[in-house]
């Protein structure tokens, strides 16, 4: 059995809307984290009010999932088996998808 880890940084999340603006994608990760067997997504219009969302699975490195609304800020809690909380990122201001986009990929 491999050592149980936590890291010292925080969970990282990224958000950006998809390509219609209606739907908030958001990405999750922690790297060297070895206990997240979930992650509980958070939203909302305002950074100091996000609300629960759902909860997924955790995958391999990065986990994502997509959110039926379109939302400004997220952020995301690390859950082990049990559902405790092992760590949360901070909230994240949500890119618009053109953003997101890589330099010289825009049409224009």
């Known amino acids: ?14 958000a950006t809307l998809n390509n ?12 060297g984290a ?6 509980r997504v958070l939203a909302g219009e ?3 009010s996000l609300t629960s969302q759902t909860t997924i699975p955790a995958s391999n490195f990065e986990s994502s999932t997509i959110l039926p609304k379109k939302y400004a800020y997220a952020a ?3 859950l082990d088996a049990t559902g405790k909380v092992l760590g949360n990122s901070k909230p994240a201001k949500v890119s618009t998808y053109a953003a997101a986009l890589p330099s010289g990929a825009q049409s224009g």
């Open 34 to 39: 070895s206990e997240v067997v979930s992650w």
């Open 1 to 14: 059995m491999w050592p149980s880890a936590i890291p010292l940084s925080s969970p990282a999340v990224l």
């Open 76 to 78: 995301v809690q690390a």
């Open 46 to 48: 305002r950074a100091g």
């Open 20 to 31: 219609t603006s209606e739907e908030t994608i958001v990405h999750m990760s922690w790297n």
